[in-house]
């Protein structure tokens, strides 16, 4: 009788360890988010010449990685 008692004992501790294991550490992490902070009484075109600036760098930074890419595309002879 006592080790039927132990044996179903030592089962359930089992099963209720993999059960409360299962629920930790399985969220997402935690992500950082990036926020530019501008001040409340920019004018129009402020905010439009920001724009157009950002704009350009975004399409300068493309630029730059379609020139690498065809680089190396040229070096491979990947034409």
Do not use: C, H, W
């Not at 059960?19 to 004018?43: A, C, H, Q, W």
């Not at 760098?57 to 070096?75: H, V």
């Amino acid at each position: 009788m006592i080790g039927a008692t132990l044996a179903i004992l030592v089962t359930v501790i089992i099963l209720i360890l993999f059960f409360v294991d299962s629920k930790i550490n399985t969220g997402p992490p935690p992500t950082v988010v990036m926020v530019d902070l501008y001040e409340t009484n920019r004018t129009d075109a402020e905010i439009i010449a920001d724009q157009k600036r950002d704009q350009a760098e975004l399409e300068r930074r493309k630029a730059e990685s379609r020139a690498k890419f065809q680089e190396i595309q040229n070096q491979l002879g990947m034409e």
